[in-house]
Structure formats: C-alpha cells, structure tokens
C-alpha cells in the first residue's frame, strides 16, 4: 500500500511532531549539510546515521533522501564533474549500509524549479506559486550561457553509466525527477525530462533495477492529458519508486499550483492508479499553498498547508484502499 510521508529537517522540530499527530511515520529527508563534524562531508555515512538515529528515536522511517552532493559539474559536463560522481557513490554507498532504500535527483542544470511568482492570491487569500514563461521571454543567458539539450542527454547517459553500478551494489534505487517546468529552454538552458517520452528513453536506455523515476504528479499532469494512464504506464515497469503528489493549473507556458483537490487532476484515479499497480513506496504531499497566519518564507512549505493535504491524502486513500488497510 501507499504510504503517506513528509519532507522533515534532520533535527527535530514542532513539524515533526505535527506530521505525527496527524498520522505521518515516514519521512523524506535532506543531506545534513549544516551539521557535519571536522572532516566529514554530509553524504558519508557518518553524519548521515546521526541523522537516520533521530528519525528512528522518533519513531519515523526514514524512506527517502531528497537531496545531493554538488552536481552541477556533472550536469554541464565540466571539469570536475568526476569528483562530484565519487561523492554521489559515497551517498549511495551511505544510504545502503543505512538502509535508505530510495534516493530522489533531478538533472535540472544551473537552476533547479523555477517559479515566476510565490506570493499570488488563491482560494480564500493563501499565496500560491506560478509560473509565466512570458515573463522570462527577455531574460538574458545565464553564466552557463546556451546549455543544449544534446549536452545535457550526454551529461546523463556519462553519469547513470557511472553510477547505477554502485546503485546497484548498494540496493539503492535512484528516482529521477522531472524538469520543473516541464519547459526547453529557459533562459537559454536546454531542459530534457519533460516528456513521457523523454523518460521512456532513459528507462530503455539504462535498464538497470535502480534506474527509475520520481512521479511528481505537478510536473506530468502538464505533459499529459490522463495522468493515470502514464502512472499505469510506469508502474507496469515497476520504475515509480517514488511519488509528489500534488497538482497544478494550468500549461507548462503559465500554470498556477493549487490546492490539491482543486487542481486539473483527478486525484482519486490517481490513487486508484497506484493501488492498480500495487505501488508499495511513499509518497508526500509537496507543494501547498501558503495559509493565513503561516509564514511564506518557504513558498510551497506551510506547515498548516502541509496539515490540510496530509488529511485530505488520508482521505482519499482510506476511499482508495478500505478503512481496513489504511487504519
């Protein structure tokens, strides 16, 4: 079944005991980047079981690591990107004798998710994010200058040849999340994971049991027009190993993101979708708006917002998978 998890910092905090309260045990966390001792970087093993210790104290699984060593050498083929590679197979290693089994990286080079506006008015005055590719039309290059898409398809296949062995041989399974937006070029940067297709060819090209994808719903509910159909798709494969699950309005040109039961998705279909498959991963909420009396330094990261989609989730799955299962 389909757990319910929550993108948590490594030390304890209010949310983490909210996220509890409202029925959440696993967790999605970050690289310790802030709390590594004299010598040791935050993808070594070290730092990261102190880390792994703290969940497992609180009683919280911690299912996922969302985050990184440097990569953008390795995305923009510069030289030292096979230093940064031997750090990524230091992580995996790491998380494999932790028994972290699912690691979530985007190939998104010089910037990663992009928005236009993080303060816009949704339902009953929340902010919300939004994109407007109209309003980048004139922006310049950035200090990369033009990056082309075939680049950055050699950029991949250079770095998946190097480290789905180590994946591999760790029983880490590395979840690829798509280009946010699902748009090429930004700002003169070539962006490649924004298709079914495109995901398609590196599922085909790297057969490997640990190459598969992050189904960030956001990102293919703008590059599809039945969402439940490509999860249907990916899961017959066994590539979904990890999920985002939340929802836009909108084209990859200008969308809004929403509320998660006001969007342009189906959300049911698509919890329907993966209990079909017999999904058995996490998935976390992402993006919500921003609530009155909550702060909108981290758009997308209200803690009250967070709340409100953890129930609704809970929801729909006990409609999805019987009160039994789900209790």
Not at 73 to 101: N, Q, V, Y
Not at 231 to 240: D, T
Not at 293 to 318: H, M, Q, T, V, W
Request: proline share 7%.
């Amino acid at each position: 079944m389909i757990e319910i998890a929550e993108m948590l910092g490594p030390q304890p905090t209010s949310l983490w005991k909210l996220v509890q309260q409202a029925g959440v045990n696993h967790a999605v966390g970050s690289l310790p980047f802030r709390e590594v001792g004299a010598g040791e970087q935050p993808w070594e093993v070290g730092p990261l079981a102190r880390m792994k210790a703290r969940f497992d104290a609180a009683g919280v699984v911690l299912s996922v690591i969302e985050s990184s060593p440097p990569m953008q050498k390795i995305r923009l083929g510069l030289p030292g990107r096979d230093e940064e590679i031997a750090h990524f197979h230091t992580l995996l290693r790491s998380m494999g004798t932790l028994g972290i089994p699912v690691l979530c990286y985007n190939f998104m080079a010089v910037f990663g998710w992009l928005r236009t506006a993080t303060d816009l008015i949704g339902r009953g005055g929340a902010l919300v994010t939004g994109y407007d590719h109209a309003a980048l039309r004139d922006a310049p290059l950035t200090e990369a200058g033009a990056v082309s898409e075939e680049r950055l398809w050699e950029n991949l296949g250079y770095f998946l040849e190097r480290v789905l062995p180590v994946a591999e041989e760790a029983g880490v399974r590395l979840a690829l999340h798509p280009d946010d937006p699902p748009l090429s070029p930004i700002r003169g940067v070539g962006r490649i994971l924004r298709s079914v297709d495109a995901f398609q060819r590196v599922l085909d090209r790297f057969p490997s049991p640990s190459n598969g994808l992050t189904l960030c719903q956001g990102n293919f509910t703008l590059m599809t027009d039945d969402l439940p159909g490509v999860i249907r798709h990916f899961g017959r494969q066994n590539k979904i190993f990890f999920v985002h699950f939340r929802d836009v309005r909108g084209t990859p040109e200008r969308f809004v993101e929403t509320f998660h039961e006001e969007g342009q998705t189906d959300m049911l279909a698509c919890l329907r979708a993966y209990r079909d498959i017999g999904f058995e991963g996490v998935l976390r909420p992402d993006h919500v708006p921003t609530f009155e009396g909550d702060c909108n330094d981290e758009p997308c990261y209200s803690s009250i917002g967070r709340l409100f989609a953890i129930g609704y989730i809970k929801g729909l799955r006990e409609a999805v998978y019987g009160r039994e299962l789900v209790s």
